[in-house]
């Protein structure tokens, strides 16, 4: 909570006038009376402990309110206060007006709406809940000096324990319990319903997993008696093929005497050219036969045509008489004879020359045929050469073909039988994939379903505790935890002031002089240098006391109010102390307290505070009325 502007018209001591109270930090507000002539009664507490507190509360510290918040020196019968500051969700105006007058309005826009409220005490309630502190709350940890009536060490063990009340949520501790246990029971039919959840999809899930050590089992037994059909058609394969081995080796043999790099297509190539070859020298032998058996025919003929003219020469030579008329013939015939028989005889020699001729080209021309002849058949025998070479590698391939076709189908029911084997897919693969998929839909929805049932559980628990906690005794519990941390912020508060020597326990059970021990709240107060209680302490040494006190409330208040208060007010705070206690005092605010409040007022008429604090607010009263310079 954060006072940010003060207007004050007739209030208290002081006239009319307006004050920003945002981020001044520590100001020394001092004042001089002209009617008294004095610093005193000038209206330095009207403007901070008074007036602001009044405008808040509707009372000052120190009990003042009603109409005696109304200036009697001034020209009206009313007066104003009005407070700016932020709250508990915005920024706010306060407006109270005596004698008849409260309005809470909050900051919307550029426009302050009223807050509406049906009585003046509904809208104090309004007030404090904005402020975030009630008015107990704020004057034991924002108002120190004077003015309040006691300081809280001076407290009674109940008022003591009022105000701790007023800083800790006492008062909701019963609405607490109450709305944990209402909301614990509105969570049980969910919370069963969960449970519900859990136990159907754990015994789903469990009956899955079941289920998947039996697939699991399938796939592996399926697997064991594949491997064995594998093994067993391989066996019955291989038994298969060594029945062909023999068969093989045969053909091998076919492939003896042919040279492994023997090309039929080459060795077909150059058949084909010998038979070209072997075409023609047929060709030339053809012709050679013709000519040989013209000649040998001409040969032939004229030797019968000389054969013909001896037997003729021989017939004439012995025939002397007509065969006829075996009359002897004339010398004219006989002379014809001579003469026919002569000319056979060039006839004959005629023949011979030419049968030797003929018979010369015969032999030439056999001879030339018989040259043919072998070329001929020394082609046709490398013709026959290659056609073997060919045909035995034609065999030998058709014969490893017919073998391996006999093989193929030998084993064919054996091969198909081991292709079968391991080409077979396992159906419990699919099975179990699935199964394993559905089986992880199972699992995390059944962890889903624990989550969701387990933060309901510890939800549920958690109210069903805190409603145990805020049922029994929550306010002890509350000011058991209180008490150390206020022993350490009052220890630190003082060890700051330069009083480490003073030692303030707070404590919530007092021994009696029976040994019994009480449940009371309560403050221990000893000195290492003297004094073993808050009233055997010196003045100042109890101011200090009461300071760290107001200090140490304030940063409790911090921690546990719904809105801290980041303004100050000490009204003459150093009555009772030594120049060295309160320039301490003053350098701790400056020093510390200053960065946690955004305003500090100290109000005081020590001139020597003045070189301490450079920011300064004057107060002059005159005729009863008190403005701000």
């Not at 003060?6 to 109270?21: H, M, Q, R, T, V």
């Not at 005729?623 to 310079?629: F, K, Q, R, T, W």
Request: with cysteine; glycine share 8%; hydrophobic share 35%.
């Amino acid at each position: 909570m954060k006072l940010t502007k003060f207007g004050y018209d007739n209030l208290f001591a002081l006239g009319k006038g307006e004050i920003s109270l945002k981020g001044r930090g520590l100001m020394l507000i001092s004042g001089h009376s002209e009617d008294e002539g004095s610093s005193n009664g000038a209206g330095k507490s009207s403007l901070a402990n008074k007036g602001i507190l009044w405008t808040m509360y509707g009372r000052t510290a120190g009990g003042l309110k009603a109409d005696s918040a109304i200036n009697i020196h001034g020209s009206k019968s009313t007066c104003t206060g009005k407070l700016e500051f932020e709250g508990v969700g915005g920024k706010f105006r306060i407006t109270r007006k005596r004698p008849t007058k409260l309005l809470l309005e909050k900051r919307s826009g550029k426009k302050w709406v009223h807050v509406e409220a049906h009585t003046s005490k509904a809208t104090q309630k309004l007030i404090d809940a904005s402020l975030g502190m009630d008015y107990e709350t704020f004057t034991q940890t924002s108002v120190f000096g004077q003015g309040r009536k006691v300081q809280y060490p001076e407290l009674s063990a109940a008022e003591k324990k009022s105000v701790l009340e007023g800083i800790l949520p006492m008062e909701q501790a019963d609405e607490w319990a109450e709305l944990s246990q209402a909301e614990a029971q509105k969570l049980e039919p969910e919370l069963n319903k969960t449970l519900m959840q859990v136990n159907s999809l754990g015994a789903s899930v469990r009956a899955g997993e079941r289920f998947r050590e039996q697939i699991e089992g399938d796939l592996a037994r399926f697997g064991v008696r594949n491997a064995g059909e594998i093994a067993e058609f391989t066996g019955e394969l291989l038994e298969a093929k060594e029945r062909f081995i023999p068969k093989f080796k045969r053909a091998e043999l076919l492939k003896e005497g042919i040279d492994e790099n023997f090309d039929e297509d080459a060795a077909r190539s150059e058949i084909a050219e010998k038979e070209l070859e072997i075409q023609a020298v047929v060709e030339q032998r053809n012709g050679a036969e013709t000519s040989r058996s013209e000649a040998l025919h001409s040969s032939q003929t004229w030797r019968a045509t000389r054969d013909t003219a001896i037997g003729q020469q021989r017939s004439l030579t012995r025939q002397i008489s007509c065969p006829t008329c075996e009359r002897d013939f004339d010398d004219s015939t006989v002379g014809a004879i001579n003469a026919r028989v002569e000319g056979l005889k060039v006839q004959e020699a005629e023949a011979l020359a030419n049968h030797e001729q003929a018979t010369d080209a015969w032999k030439h021309y056999n001879a030339e045929w018989g040259a043919l002849a072998n070329k001929e058949a020394e082609l046709r025998s490398e013709v026959k050469l290659l056609e073997g070479l060919s045909l035995r590698k034609a065999n030998y391939i058709n014969a490893i073909k017919t073998i391996e076709f006999e093989e193929k189908n030998y084993t064919q029911g054996a091969q198909g039988r081991l292709d079968a084997a391991k080409s077979a897919v396992n159906p419990h693969i699919e099975i179990l994939e699935r199964h394993n998929n559905e089986l992880v839909v199972e699992v995390c929805s059944l962890g889903e379903a624990k989550t969701a049932h387990n933060v309901l559980k510890d939800e549920h628990s958690h109210l069903r505790h805190w409603g145990r906690i805020y049922g029994k005794d929550l306010k002890l519990k509350l000011f058991e935890t209180a008490c150390p941390f206020l022993d350490s912020r009052a220890e630190h508060h003082l060890a700051k002031l330069n009083n480490s020597q003073i030692k303030v326990k707070f404590t919530t059970i007092r021994r009696l002089a029976s040994g019994d021990t009480k449940e009371e709240f309560g403050t221990e107060v000893t000195s290492s240098t003297g004094g073993a209680s808050y009233e055997s302490l010196s003045g100042g040494e109890q101011q200090i006391v009461s300071f760290a006190c107001a200090l140490a409330l304030s940063d409790l208040a911090a921690r546990t109010a719904s809105s801290q208060s980041s303004f100050l007010i000490l009204d003459e705070p150093f009555g009772e102390l030594s120049p060295k206690n309160a320039e301490s005092v003053v350098n701790y605010l400056s020093r510390d307290v200053g960065k946690t409040y955004d305003t500090i007022f100290l109000i005081s008429n020590e001139e020597s505070l003045s070189g301490l604090v450079p920011n300064r607010i004057k107060v002059v009263k005159k005729g009863g009325i008190s403005n701000v310079e």
